[in-house]
């Protein structure tokens, strides 16, 4: 069993820049690739970005390439998303993934937790 608590949410001026965290429970952090979905108002819920075990294996939505990164930190069993160069499509609730696999997946069926998700606004 893996608990996900998301933080680092706000209200940001288009431009802007957050960074989001993931804090994981349990001792098996490492073994999960970890991802990041997002979900607007009257939207499905769209994958964003994943890291596998090791940080070796990244993947992005071409909506956010360039200017999100995502990280990993097994140590400390956290997962990060960097997110620079906001722009007002990029509003949304955000959720943290935990996938029981090595490689990370963009599909939001194929992973196994969820956190309660966090508030992204970007104003114009």
């Known amino acids: 069993q893996v608990q996900l608590v998301e933080s680092g949410g706000g209200l940001v001026q288009a431009g802007g820049s957050l960074r989001l965290s993931c804090a994981a429970s349990?001792?098996?952090?490492?073994?999960?690739?970890m991802g990041w979905f997002r979900q607007a108002p009257g939207k499905e819920r769209e994958f964003v970005a994943a890291i596998g075990w090791s940080a070796g294996i990244t993947y992005y939505a071409d909506s956010v390439k360039g200017r999100f990164t995502i990280s990993r930190d097994n140590a400390k069993n956290a997962v990060y998303l960097q997110m620079n160069s906001l722009k007002p499509e990029d509003t949304a609730v955000y959720f943290c993934?935990?996938?029981?696999?090595?490689?990370?997946?963009?599909?939001?069926?194929?992973?196994?937790?969820w956190g309660q998700g966090t508030q992204v606004t970007v104003s114009s």
């Open positions: 993934a935990a996938k029981r696999s090595y490689e990370p997946g963009t599909t939001p069926r194929n992973y196994d937790y």
């Open positions: 349990g001792r098996t952090f490492s073994s999960y690739a």
